[in-house]
């Protein structure tokens, strides 16, 4: 009996097998269909990326995006984007990201990038360029174009050294303003207070506030991992203001060291504001353990307990959920130091890269070299643009106008020197060196000399 | 009787003490999680102003009359109040007069004192947005290019509970199978390599799982593999499978030899007796092991960032969570709720499983 | 049988048919199981149906999957004589694990240990300079000193509060709501874990309202607040181990508990008759009984503390004297992009396992197992 049965299921699988055979073979045939004809117009020689995407030739095809905002500033993002999706029939699917330094680095080695990254931190970009993953702008873009719709020195800081030599890394496409100093608008004017317009200036409204029983800066550096970011910004607002551009561009590149008297008096300047008597709220030991969001709070109670803080423009989200621009709060523009350093503005902004070459990528990257690319965001507000071919009447709020005239009126504009530098620098030993120096945990001449070793060779 | 009394006392002793004890460590144990629970139904500002105990009844100091001092009081000499004088730095603080009541700079700047009591109060202002915000999505408000303001409604809960649910059941149960099979395969078959083999599934207990990342996705991507459940579930089934491995072969390995030895006279095959025999009696170490590898691939966030992605259909809570708190981090506050919601689901494991570890388990099937 | 008149050649046909069955059959159970699989992967991949059956089916086919193959492969096994049987069923029984177990972690540990010799964007050998840079750089010296003061204090708390509320809770007749309440902790994401501790170790300045238990309470009592996490160097350290502590005793107290469960009722009945008193049946009953699961439990933890990453990256960063090895590991590797040290260190820490590993080895080679 058992022979038979084996004998049954034998001639059962053998058909089973046929079958499956039939239906294993039926799948492939529904596969080569997503090999579009790329058959370009005849003309198109002559049309540029942007100009082909917006005839409709690359229709149908998706653009992977991938950067560190998410949320709000996603939602605005992908507004801002929806009418070049629609016009073009280009999907640009973006994926934000907080461990966006960790993942994009992952994702590249793991040959997984996306088309398009958004790098907050150009130094960051620098070590992909490096590695040769990077496609280089300057073999698509119209460089006149580019020079007439950006500032030179953005163009410059796109610039970066690949395996193959320099290449245009990326471009603008978001920027925002540092040397910003907000102030409680109606306790300042009530309390009789001008806006300072030289360093000198400043200073003596420090010293009038805390004559007048106040401390006069809310100062907060702690950001989890990335505490001490808001004390190295201060050291590049100051290093902008006490020496020459050559120098700071030195510096940043890592050619003047942070034990130079330069940097060192950079660093003084910084510490003769903050640490002398009374001047910072909770002296200190409250910089190091203050939220850096939590800083400027003490400005919005009834009796404001310190009046000035230096930060970006983001710092309004922060801000209380009631606090009114031009009425509860206000900013001004961190003057200058030295009259030949001139009104320096420290800006930090958005760089565009591109891990891909397809032509829908270069049309989107063109895309990103425009004003319109961001409009929507700006209009949105908490976006500004660099383009020149973007208007101060997109800006909705005062504060973003605000932002964008003072970038507009800088006689020089400088980027955020840490997010240029290394990442073993720029988001690692300049935070820690100056946490250490703050809090006290070292001398300044110790915690300089950390970073110049940590430098990588 | 008289000793079966003190017997009695001394069992009634010996539970007030286990009980005492026990509620002693276990209120330390949660007052953190408390003082979240509160916040999460605190608005942003209330959080950042005052501590959640504060929603319980306490004294607070409270202003009930205030001092004038002469506008031009020197504020770098001792401050005189009342004809006592006071340094500066204490007067900031708050000091203490003998009458139950302090004196305290209400304003340096206008040179005014508070005279404060204390009173009882109570902070009652609670708020259900964090819980709205994270169950139903964030209301966007914006402009758009048009120049109309416009409000979006983010996306709500349901997907990434959905996916986070498809990514841990398998990511659990799948090296929990795969290690249970191994443990027993260590503790009671003879191959050639056996030590070698247990020793280096005990030191890769080591290895840090961020070193694994990259090379694997680049064969994930090569074989079209990235972005689906399996690829997620492998990698979290290899990334789990030396500890479970370890703690199952343990416990296996530990189980009464003779069981096995009649299950082996009676003619079983090794395979038999594992599913028949070692799975049921492992019970207790599989349910133990199951809530660990849980809660893990459940608050994992690395490991689906890589390997599926943080787009919106596919991404896990702990994404949609950590983006929820703002590109700068500005609304960490909605993660107080978020914290309780997504510990509804393993805490509905844990009770589930907890009624494995009961006593007489082994001897049970011993006997039987 | 059916053997009889057909005679001899009637049975060289049916052994014929017999065997060729068998082979076919064998052939064609796995190549099913296939197809059933990888239909189940494409409708996973490509399908539009709503996200709950997807979820559903996700469930079912990855489980069942795995069951599945583990029940034809032994099915495939056992159709071979004995002999052959016995040679290849221990390597279904930890083929598997062994496979993933180094394709996902041997392979990349060997990977690593190549690139620990190179250079930091691996261009060039470097040889032992990397380790020699993981045993002098300042930063990586006090990343030592406190991983050591978590391994000691963090392993030896967690394993006796572990201990005590699981055997305390044993005798209660709350215990499943103690056990819960003390497990609670970690099933809250790190995340969400950081922001608890924030409200325990929070700062602010003298005069500002102190929303930190532990301020409010030190500021209570009359003293100045402190800067737990940030100032109190080196003690800060202490502070972070509080919180693994408090995570990781919820791990110790299950697995304690489960083995609690295991000492039979008649042993601890006969312990009281005979007039033992509770410590000496702890020390004389308890511990002995669950000492495999102690060694279990310690050396997880151990290992635990050795790659304990996510607290420190959450609280402090790593900043204020706080770096762990782990840390200073994932700062080189992804942040820095220091490829070679960032190798290095991750080599460092699989040193440090040795010796815990020997010791875990002593009983396994005395152990004897079945044919």
């Known amino acids: 009996m058992k022979n038979k049965l084996w004998q049954l299921i034998a001639i059962l699988a053998i058909v089973a097998m046929a079958l499956s055979a039939c239906q294993s073979a039926a799948t492939p045939t529904e596969e080569p269909m997503t090999e579009e004809p790329t058959s370009a117009p005849a003309d198109s020689m002559d049309m540029s990326y942007l100009e082909r995407a917006m005839a409709g030739e690359f229709s149908g095809t998706v653009v992977t995006m991938a950067g560190p905002f998410t949320d709000e500033d996603a939602v605005k993002f992908n507004n801002s984007m929806a009418d070049f999706e629609e016009k073009t029939g280009i999907d640009i699917q973006y994926e934000g990201s907080k461990e966006f330094e960790a993942s994009i680095s992952i994702r590249v080695e793991g040959g997984d990038a996306p088309d398009i990254a958004d790098f907050p931190q150009p130094g960051l970009l620098a070590s992909f360029v490096d590695s040769g993953d990077v496609v280089d702008m300057n073999q698509y873009l119209d460089m006149d174009a580019l020079k007439a719709n950006y500032n030179q020195s ?18 603008w496409q978001r920027v925002n303003g540092k040397s910003l100093v907000w102030y409680p608008k109606d306790d300042f004017d009530a309390a009789g207070y001008e806006i300072p317009t030289t360093w000198d200036e400043l200073v003596a409204l420090s010293q009038q506030i805390v004559d007048d029983g106040d401390a006069a800066w809310c100062i907060g550096i702690e950001s989890g991992a990335a ?26 590149t890592g050619e003047l060291p942070f034990s130079s008297p330069e940097v060192k008096h950079a660093a003084e300047v910084m510490s003769d504001l903050w640490f002398a008597d009374g001047f910072t709220y909770g002296g200190r030991a409250a910089i190091t353990t203050t939220f850096f969001g939590d800083a400027p709070l003490p400005m919005f109670e009834d009796e404001p307990k310190c009046w000035l803080h230096k930060q970006g423009n983001f710092i309004t989200s922060f801000f209380p959920a009631g606090a009114e621009a031009g009425v509860d709060y206000d900013f001004f523009y961190l003057p200058g ?45 908490g976006a500004i643009s660099p383009h020149q071919d973007s208007s101060l009447d997109w800006y909705t709020n005062d504060v973003d106008r605000g932002v964008a005239e003072i970038i507009l009126n800088a006689d020089s504009v400088r980027f955020d020197g840490s997010d240029l530098m290394p990442g073993a620098v720029g988001s690692g030993s300049f935070w820690k060196s100056m946490t250490d120096y703050i809090s006290g945990t070292v001398d300044l001449d110790t915690a300089l000399a950390e970073i110049d070793a940590s430098w990588p060779k | 009787m008289s000793k079966k009394a003190s017997q009695k006392n001394q069992k009634k002793i010996s539970n007030i003490l286990v009980n005492g004890t026990l509620i002693l460590i276990v209120l330390l144990w949660t007052i953190p999680t408390i003082g979240l629970l509160v916040s999460s139904f605190r608005t942003r500002d209330a959080i950042a102003t005052s501590g959640w105990w504060t929603v319980l009844p306490h004294r607070e100091w409270t202003t009930t009359s205030q001092i004038q001092l002469d506008e031009d009081t020197d504020l770098n000499a001792p401050i005189v109040v009342n004809g006592v004088a006071y340094e500066d730095d204490a007067l900031r603080d708050g000091v203490a007069l003998g009458d139950g009541t302090q004196i305290k700079w209400q304003s340096r700047r206008n040179r005014i004192i508070d005279v404060q009591e204390k009173e009882w109060a109570i902070n ?78 005990v030191a890769l207990l080591v290895v840090p799982l961020q070193l694994a990342l990259i090379p694997i996705l680049r064969d994930f991507v090569a074989l079209n593999l990235n972005g689906t459940y399996l690829a997620v579930w492998l990698a979290h089934a290899g990334f789990g499978l030396p ?68 787009k919106p259909d596919v991404q896990v809570m702990t994404m949609r969570l950590a983006e929820m708190v703002g590109s700068r981090g500005q609304d960490w506050h909605v993660l107080t709720s978020g914290a309780f919601i997504t510990m ?25 | ?81 004995d002999e052959w049987r016995s040679r290849f069923q221990p390597f279904l029984f930890i083929g598997p694990a062994i496979a993933l177990l180094f394709y996902f972690l041997a392979i990349p540990t060997i990977r690593t240990f190549i690139l620990s010799l190179k250079s930091a964007n691996s261009n060039e050998w470097v040889g032992l300079q990397n380790y020699l840079f993981t045993f002098t750089d300042r930063a990586m010296l ?40 003390i497990f609670l902790p970690m099933a809250i994401s790190f995340v969400g874990s950081g922001i608890i501790w924030r409200f325990i170790y929070y700062y602010a300045p003298p005069g500002r309202p102190q929303i930190g238990v532990l301020n409010a309470v030190v500021t209570g009592l009359g003293g100045e607040p402190q800067a737990w996490l940030t100032l109190l160097q080196p003690w800060n350290n202490f502070f972070l181990i509080i919180i693994m502590i408090w995570l990781q005793t919820g791990y110790a107290m299950v697995l304690f508990s489960a083995a609690i469960k295991g000492i039979p009722a008649e042993l601890l009945e006969a312990a009281r008759v005979d007039g033992a008193n509770e410590f000496s049946i702890f020390f004389k009953i308890t511990i002995p009984y669950i000492m495999g699961t102690l060694i279990t439990v310690t050396t997880t933890i151990v290992i635990f503390t050795l790659k304990l990453f996510d607290i420190v990256i959450v609280m402090t960063g790593g900043q204020y004297g706080t770096h762990v090895i782990a840390t200073q590991f994932y700062r080189q590797f992804f942040t820095n992009r220091n490829f070679g040290v960032g190798s290095a260190i991750a080599i460092v820490l699989l040193i440090a396992v040795i010796p815990v590993m020997i010791y875990n080895l002593r009983s396994f080679g005395e152990r004897q197992a079945f044919k």
């Open chain 1, 154 to 171: 953005w163009l410059d800081m796109a610039m970066m050294d690949g395996p193959d030599g320099e290449i245009m890394a990326g471009v």
């Open chain 1, 227 to 252: 505490t001490g970011w808001p004390a190295t910004d201060w050291m590049e607002e100051l290093m902008l203001r006490t020496t020459s551009l050559e120098n700071y561009d030195k510096w940043v």
């Open chain 1, 337 to 381: 130091i030295d009259p030949q350093y001139g009104n320096p503005v420290l800006v930090a902004g958005d760089i565009m890269a591109a891990f891909a070459d397809r032509d829908e990528v270069k049309a989107v990257m063109e895309y990103f070299t425009t004003g319109a690319s961001v409009e929507g965001w700006v209009k949105a507000g």
């Open chain 2, 124 to 201: 009652s202002e609670y708020t259900l947005q964090n819980y709205k915000n994270v169950m139903t999505g964030k209301t966007y408000e914006y402009v758009d290019s048009e120049g109309n303001a416009k409000t979006e409604q983010g996306d709500d809960m349901s997907n990434s509970f959905l996916n986070t649910v498809a990514v841990s059941i398998p990511a659990t149960i799948i090296p929990i199978l795969i290690a249970a099979f191994a443990a027993y395969g260590f503790a009671w078959m003879k191959f050639p390599g056996r030590k070698f083999l247990f020793t280096t599934v």
């Open chain 2, 243 to 310: 500890l479970a491995t370890y703690l199952l072969y343990n416990y296996i390995s530990s189980l009464p030899r003779d069981i096995l030895e009649s299950a082996f006279i009676d003619g079983a095959s090794h395979f038999t007796i594992f599913t028949r025999l070692i799975l049921p009696l492992s019970v207790p170490a599989l349910a133990s092991f199951a809530i660990f590898q849980f809660l893990w691939v459940w608050n994992d966030y690395l490991v689906a960032l890589v390997f599926i992605g943080a």
């Open chain 2, 344 to 368: 509804i689901l393993p805490l509905v494991v844990f009770f589930s499983l907890q009624r494995f570890f009961v006593r007489g388990l082994m001897a049970g099937s011993v006997k039987g």
């Open chain 3, 1 to 81: 049988m059916l053997s009889g008149p057909s005679g001899k050649r009637g049975n060289v046909l049916s052994w014929i048919t017999d065997t060729l069955g068998r082979i076919i059959i064998a052939l064609i159970v796995p190549i099913i199981t296939f197809i059933v699989l990888w239909q189940g992967f494409i409708f996973l991949r490509d399908s539009n149906a709503p996200k709950m059956i997807i979820v559903l089916v996700a469930i079912l086919w990855g489980v069942g999957g795995v069951a599945l193959l583990f029940y034809v492969t032994n099915w495939l096994i056992e159709q071979l004589p």
């Open chain 3, 142 to 181: 006090e990343a030592y000193r406190n991983n050591l003061l978590w391994l000691v204090i963090g392993t030896s708390l967690c394993v006796s509060f572990g201990l005590l509320i699981a055997v305390l809770a044993d005798r209660s007749k709350y215990e499943n709501i103690f056990k819960a309440l």
